[in-house]
């Protein structure tokens, strides 16, 4: 498969309908735009880096499906 090339006014675009998207997904937007979900969120989280945002984690515990650890807990 070959790489493709978007523009920076493409991946800005697609940075801005992730972003003012209430509840998007990687993998929504990416789907409806037709890039994938790893190019869609190095985007995002570059474009959040450059405007000086710090990471984020994604959320954990029951709602999500993930587990949340605590130290000593137990």
Same mark, same amino acid.
């Given at each position: 498969?070959?790489?493709?090339?978007?523009?920076?006014?493409?991946? +800005?675009? $697609?940075?801005?309908?992730? *972003?003012? =998207?209430?509840?998007? &997904?990687?993998?929504?937007?990416?789907?409806?735009?037709?890039?994938?979900?790893?190019?869609?969120?190095?985007?995002?989280?570059? +474009?959040? $880096?450059?405007?000086?945002? *710090?990471? =984020?984690?994604?959320? &954990?515990?029951?709602?999500?499906?993930?587990?949340?650890?605590?130290?000593?807990?137990?």
């Amino acid at each position: 498969m070959a790489l493709k090339d978007y523009s920076d006014e493409f991946k +800005a675009d $697609a940075v801005a309908l992730y *972003e003012s =998207t209430p509840g998007a &997904t990687y993998k929504g937007i990416a789907a409806d735009l037709g890039v994938s979900r790893g190019s869609l969120r190095m985007w995002v989280l570059r +474009a959040r $880096a450059l405007r000086g945002e *710090e990471p =984020t984690r994604p959320p &954990t515990g029951p709602d999500t499906g993930r587990t949340r650890h605590f130290a000593g807990a137990g």
